[in-house]
């Protein structure tokens, strides 16, 4: 029995103990939350920028102080303690901070009621609300009429009224700094327009002044693209006019038509009308008006239209075949100044007995020390252009040395020329490519092609198309030049040149600009052919020249392989013969008997027989597209060592590109006797 009251003892002993700790916990909560409030009190205080409001502040601090009852409320507080349950203690409303707000349903004027004084807002003044927004909800509060019960404030905190002078006073500099500059850049605007004004040509230039009504443009075309398309019309109308049985309209718009023709004729600007070509513009307005109102239907009218740009393109199509015929037939003639030059050449070497003379200097024809040099035409000009070209920028006169192979019609002429207009310093030789006993159809697969009936009957034979209805592909490759040994005589240099090591290839449409002796020096690094690449970007590359639809093409060369030109090519001969370079040749030609590999010329069997054999030379070098590109840099130009008049403008044409013609023409010899008796002038 006694063990049991002891134990009984102990329980109420330790409950009384938790009690105990209970209380002091709750009370230092409690005394925690009331200091909290107070530093809140003091630390948050609302700002009052007004006199207003300071006198509001002041009437409330007055008013609190006159009610000392309000202090000796009991506010009943609930909280939930460390272990969950829900405690209810009282707390004086003295004890609370300033941020806790009376609320008032009433006007401030009268007395606090009982319930107005049990209703306590636990909703505080935010701490980040600005002097301004209180200032603003005072003012709308004033504005809208209504008074709001007045809360008790303390005055702002010393550190805050500082930060937010300074920010003042940044605003106010901030601003007069940009009002002083806005009003230097007005002044700055204001002298420049005043300069500009002072500076402008006000005077009036007769019709040509922008600031005079009657300006005209002298390139514009307005008129004449109006009267174009009027002419367009009517013909389209007519049509309607003539299948509906409107003479009078059909007959109207014809004349019209013819007469608008006529006043445009060939213009392609206003200044070239005829004066009274207005007139006829508008003369033309009206028929077309009224043939509009009585013919307009939107479905005829596109019907027709559709028609005639059909047939136009038919006619472009057809104008564009008849000029490519045209070039090429101009390409292929040859003007009669150079016709006479090898007429009047041969005539006198024979009536003067020049057979049996030779040029001096044989025994530097086969030094290999020398600068040698491989033209082969038939030209008579172009290769004494050529020569002089050469030898005026050459250095070491005495160690150059022209190999020049020409058929058998021109051998008189090309000999005579060179005997009389012998270049200084250098050497001569001429050449009959006829003598070339070696170079026969059992050796030469190009012979034998050129002699097979095929390439007779793709050339000569009547029913070809070689009209004006012709395209330029099958025209371009019927030149007379593809069928000329001289043409592929490139191909056998170590025969023509036996004991030679290296030879500098020219094209008797280039010109030469600079000194080409150090060509000879060039490191070919074990290639044979030294050339410039033409590739640019995706243009003449391989696939441009050979077929690689077939497969032969396709599994031995890369049709992006890039593509290089004749016409200045250094050759290294003792390579060319290591490698059989003719051999290559002879293959590939027999390969391409029915022309399914490529079609006709030098240049594609020249990329594939030097394919992996080209060592690539600075562009400044050579420089190509003087015959067909008129839109080529002239400082390349200007800078290149040799320029190449590829195409079919060649200088000696008519056809020419006028800007290019002069880098030609400045070696030629006008002053010699031959070229002035065929009327060769300048």
């Not at 006479?340 to 005539?347: E, F, G, Q």
């Not at 012979?447 to 198309?465: D, G, P, V």
Request: charged share 25%.
């Amino acid at each position: 029995m006694g063990a049991i009251l002891m134990s009984a003892l102990l329980v109420a002993t330790f409950l009384l103990l938790l009690d105990v700790n209970h209380v002091f916990a709750v009370r230092a909560q409690v005394s925690h939350i009331s200091a909290a409030l107070q530093r809140e009190r003091n630390m948050h205080t609302p700002l009052y920028d007004c006199p207003h409001c300071i006198d509001k502040q002041d009437q409330s601090n007055t008013s609190s102080t006159s009610r000392p009852d309000v202090k000796d409320i009991d506010i009943i507080v609930t909280y939930s303690d460390h272990s969950g349950a829900v405690q209810v203690r009282s707390i004086k409303s003295g004890d609370l901070s300033a941020s806790w707000v009376w609320k008032s349903p009433g006007d401030v004027t009268h007395d606090l009621t009982k319930n107005s004084l049990s209703q306590i807002v636990h909703d505080p003044i935010p701490p980040k609300m600005s002097s301004r927004d209180i200032v603003e909800d005072s003012s709308n509060d004033h504005q809208s009429g209504v008074e709001m019960p007045q809360t008790q404030a303390s005055p702002m905190h010393p550190v805050k009224l500082k930060r937010q002078m300074l920010r003042r006073e940044r605003r106010e500099r901030r601003t007069a700094d940009l009002i002083k500059q806005e009003k230097e850049i007005d002044n700055q605007m204001q002298e420049a327009a005043i300069e500009r004004a002072r500076e402008l040509d006000t005077t009036v230039r007769g019709k040509y002044s922008i600031w005079r009504k009657e300006y005209e443009n002298p390139n514009s075309d307005s008129t004449v693209k109006l009267m174009r398309d009027q002419i367009i019309m009517a013909k389209a109308y007519a049509t309607i006019a003539k299948a509906k049985n409107e003479t009078m309209l059909y007959n109207s718009l014809i004349k019209h038509s013819r007469e608008s023709q006529l006043s445009i004729q060939e213009a392609t600007t206003d200044a070239e009308l005829h004066p009274s070509a207005l007139d006829q513009a508008k003369a033309m307005g009206h028929i077309l008006a009224t043939a509009k109102d009585r013919l307009y239907d939107c479905v005829t009218i596109a019907r027709k239209l559709r028609v005639m740009l059909q047939s136009s393109e038919t006619n472009v199509n057809l104008s564009k075949k008849k000029s490519s015929f045209l070039n090429q037939l101009a390409a292929k003639t040859v003007p009669r100044p150079l016709h006479c030059i090898p007429l009047v050449l041969t005539t006198d070497y024979h009536l003067r007995n020049y057979e049996g003379k030779d040029f001096p200097g044989k025994e530097k024809l086969e030094d290999p020390s020398l600068y040698h040099y491989a033209i082969f035409s038939d030209n008579v000009l172009a290769t004494s252009v050529v020569v002089n070209s050469t030898m005026l920028h050459a250095k070491e006169l005495d160690r150059h040395v022209f190999h020049i192979v020409t058929d058998k019609l021109n051998f008189a002429a090309m000999k005579m020329w060179f005997l009389v207009n012998a270049p200084v310093g250098a050497a001569i030789q001429v050449q009959n490519v006829d003598d070339f006993t070696w170079l026969n159809s059992s050796y030469c697969p190009v012979l034998r092609q050129l002699e097979s009936s095929r390439m007779i009957e793709y050339y000569f034979k009547a029913h070809q198309s070689s009209s004006l209805t012709a395209g330029s592909d099958n025209l371009k490759y019927r030149n007379p030049k593809y069928l000329s040994m001289l043409n592929h005589l490139r191909f056998y240099l170590p025969e023509v040149y036996p004991k030679l090591d290296k030879v500098l290839f020219l094209d008797d449409d280039i010109v030469v600009q600079k000194d080409l002796t150090p060509l000879w020096s060039v490191n070919l690094q074990g290639m044979v052919n030294g050339a410039v690449e033409t590739c640019k970007e995706s243009f003449h590359r391989f696939d441009k020249y050979l077929n690689f639809s077939n497969p032969k093409i396709s599994e031995n060369f890369d049709p992006n392989a890039c593509g290089w030109a004749f016409g200045m090519n250094i050759f290294d001969l003792r390579e060319w013969r290591k490698r059989d370079i003719t051999g290559i040749y002879h293959h590939w030609q027999e390969m391409n008997e029915d022309r399914t590999l490529w079609k006709l010329g030098t240049l594609p069997p020249g990329l594939i027989t030097f394919y992996n054999l080209t060592h690539p030379l600075e562009r400044s070098w050579h420089v190509l597209g003087l015959g067909y590109d008129p839109a080529l840099n002239q400082t390349e130009i200007q800078n290149a060592a040799v320029v190449h008049y590829n195409g079919n403008y060649k200088p000696w044409l008519d056809l020419a590109i006028g800007k290019y013609r002069s880098y030609w023409s400045r070696y030629v010899m006008f002053d010699n006797f031959y070229l002035q008796l065929c009327n060769l002038n300048e």
